[in-house]
């Protein structure tokens, strides 16, 4: 089945640079991929999504991209702030299941 | 709009006793699944439903069970409550059959003594 590893347990950055977080997926099959934040006493919430169709996607000082070739998908922070401190996750969906899977997640730190 | 809400927030059980959760999904949405946060294994998937119809379920034993009502209002159940159990529940729901649009609730925290 497919899994969804994590690269980094957490990340601590400057206020003000860039952040980077990795996540990688084991199933070529796969084809829709999600980022979320979750913040202490939150349920996940949706930052940004790709398809496999595409490589690179960006929002409000987010872009994901995705590698096919290699199975890895990354996040983009530009700008971190001190509320982007948070534990960000990576889910995979598609190939047989018909869930997400979700990896164990980062947790970003932000000093000002 | 109203997100997506879970009932209750917090809840305190004993080891064997049996718990309801429950979750409204945002309206208009069809789908609901539901996750289980812990620290050590992250969160995964326990089960999901569509038009009252349980489509697909993860790895946890019959404890564990669910179903969702004709108003796409969706409860999950767990019977002998073990220590293990605790846990963060987490509802998400979406508008249609696939995961596209995917909204998460805040969650009910389980703890089991």
């Known amino acids: 089945g497919e899994s969804v590893g994590l690269h980094l347990p957490t990340l601590s950055v400057q206020e003000g640079d860039n952040s980077i977080i990795n996540c990688a997926y084991s199933?070529?099959?796969?084809?829709?991929f999600i980022w979320y934040k979750q913040e202490s006493g939150k349920g996940p919430q949706f930052i940004i999504d790709?398809?496999?169709?595409?490589d690179k996607r960006q929002g409000q000082r987010v872009t994901v991209l995705l590698n096919k070739t290699v199975k890895h998908l990354s996040l983009q922070i530009a700008a971190t702030q001190p509320g982007d401190s948070a534990v960000y996750f990576c889910a995979v969906y598609g190939g047989s299941q018909g869930n997400l899977i979700f990896g164990k997640g980062t947790k970003l730190s932000v000093k000002p | 709009k109203a997100g997506v809400t879970q009932t209750p927030r917090y809840l305190i059980k004993t080891r064997g006793q049996q718990v309801t959760l429950s979750c409204s999904p945002i309206?208009?949405?069809?789908?609901v699944s539901w996750y289980q946060q812990t620290p050590g294994q992250g969160l995964q998937f326990l089960f999901e439903y569509f038009s009252e119809t349980q489509r697909n379920k993860g790895n946890f034993p019959g404890r564990f069970s669910g179903r969702q009502f004709s108003n796409s209002r969706s409860e999950m159940n767990v019977s002998t409550l073990e220590l293990g159990d605790s846990a963060l529940y987490l509802c998400?729901?979406?508008?249609?059959?696939?995961?596209?649009?995917?909204?998460f609730g805040s969650g009910t925290r389980l703890t089991v003594v």
């Open positions: 790709i398809r496999s169709n595409m």
């Open positions: 309206s208009g949405h069809r789908s």
């Open positions: 998400a729901s979406s508008p249609g059959q696939r995961i596209y649009g995917y909204t």
């Open positions: 199933n070529s099959a796969s084809d829709y």
